[in-house]
């Protein structure tokens, strides 16, 4: 299906701005019913869009400009993955055992760029942080996650999606639906899948 869809958009690219004009106005003879078909009938440059046709908004115009959406998702992508790809690292190799601190720079990575973006940021740090750890989740003990430890020495546990999700919803809030659509719940997205 999504093969489909692709065929589709690029069929459609190609007869918004991949036929030179001479083309446009030539026509196909099909001896055996005859019948004469146009090729192309999509208005010139400078020929306005038919009314009842706008183009579709996720399409590039005629002009041959970049789609919005693509480059938003590019923007977005460029972004968010190095910090996912830190984290699944973090999580995922053998570089912090259970119980463990993070380094210096990749907490300092963790609470810039995610903790102080999740829904409830001043909660999970309570009266102050002391560090991150990598440790088991209690309830899901497959699972490793990261945990705020505070200053007092309590520690809880933190989704590192939920902080992506409210960064994304906060500086991208356009493309923020389709985008958490595409690469957060689809199972499909290489974004926060871990290559064992």
């Known amino acids: 299906m999504a093969l489909a869809a692709a065929l589709a958009r690029a069929a459609t690219r190609l007869l ?9 106005g030539a026509t196909v003879s099909v001896p055996s019913l005859g019948i004469h078909r146009q090729l192309c009938g999509v208005p010139s440059a400078d020929e306005p869009p038919a009314a009842n046709e706008p183009p579709a908004a996720d399409e590039p115009s005629a002009a041959g400009e970049a789609d919005p959406w693509e480059e938003a998702e590019a923007e977005i992508l460029g972004d968010v993955e190095p910090v996912v790809e830190l984290v699944k690292d973090i ?3 053998r570089r912090y ?3 463990g601190f993070l380094s210096p720079d990749d907490e300092k990575v963790v609470v810039e760029k995610l903790l102080s ?3 409830r940021a001043d909660e999970k740090i309570g009266c102050g942080l002391d560090g991150i750890m990598v440790d088991r989740h209690p309830e899901f003990r497959q699972s490793r996650c990261l945990f705020v430890v505070r200053t007092n020495g309590d520690w809880e546990d933190f989704s590192y999606r939920k902080c992506v999700r409210a960064y994304i919803e906060g500086k991208y809030p356009s493309h923020a639906d389709r985008f958490m659509k595409k690469h957060l719940v689809n199972r499909r997205s290489e974004l926060f899948r871990v290559q064992n």
Do not use: D, V
């Open 117 to 119: 973006h999740h829904p």
């Open 16 to 24: 918004r701005g991949g036929l030179p004009p001479a083309a446009c």
């Open 91 to 93: 999580l995922h190799s």
């Open 97 to 99: 055992a259970n119980g």
